[in-house]
């Protein structure tokens, strides 16, 4: 299907959170309960619609594991967002948060929406983090905060379009320069060159994406 913009999302955060649950149940509407750890980097896509326009989300899924930081590193140049996961039945992996994201800031641009996600909600018994620790880390670093259990499917969609809508505002906003891939953004060629939503000076491109 044709699309209007191609975002790039990465997911990240410690071993055993739940990320690649999370992509595959957003992108295939599944639950896997025995998962392999992810080795490097594994990949996903789906198409949503904002404000009527089809929006080709591209996410990446990486491995938490310290030995593969350096591989993740490399995946944030080039992204417009970010859901940084923690389990909120392993205090732990909440605790590295501040690691997590000192690092996607340090190697994404500065403009990258940032999600952030307490998984496995479904686990009430086993809580660890309360929702209102996660409540206050989201807003004392701006970011967005949502709690998802991979395994109901609970709140796994709107975290993903939640995202894209926060990048898209910032696009009609001008704050992404849509024109340079590096921000993780590329215009489909379903994208208007007649819109309204290009920002100041901004060009359109009539040439179609080499990707995917």
């Not at 913009?5 to 990240?12: A, C, N, R, S, V």
């Not at 620790?133 to 905060?145: P, Q, T, V």
């Amino acid at each position: 299907m044709s699309y209007a913009y191609l975002f790039k999302y990465i997911i990240i955060g410690d071993t055993g959170v739940g990320k690649s649950c999370l992509l595959l149940q957003f992108t295939d509407k599944r639950f896997q309960p025995v998962h392999d750890l992810t080795i490097g980097v594994e990949f996903g896509a789906r198409m949503i619609t904002i404000d009527g326009k089809h929006i080709k989300l591209q996410i990446w899924d990486t491995a938490g594991q310290e030995a593969f930081r350096s591989i993740t590193r490399s995946y944030y140049r080039g992204a417009a967002g970010a859901l940084l996961v923690y389990d909120i039945t392993r205090r732990e992996t909440f605790n590295h948060l501040t690691t997590w994201l000192d690092d996607a800031r340090q190697h994404s641009n500065s403009n990258m929406v940032i999600m952030l996600i307490g998984n496995k909600s479904d686990l009430e018994s086993r809580r660890e983090v309360k929702k209102e620790e996660g409540e206050a880390f989201a807003r004392e670093h701006g970011l967005i905060f949502m709690e998802t259990s991979a395994k109901t499917a609970a709140n796994v969609e709107e975290a993903f379009i939640n995202t894209a809508k926060e990048i898209y505002e910032k696009i009609q906003e001008g704050v992404f320069d849509i024109n340079n891939e590096a921000n993780g953004i590329k215009i489909g060629p379903q994208h208007s060159p007649t819109s309204n939503n290009i920002p100041p000076g901004g060009q359109t491109s009539n040439q179609s994406p080499s990707c995917c």
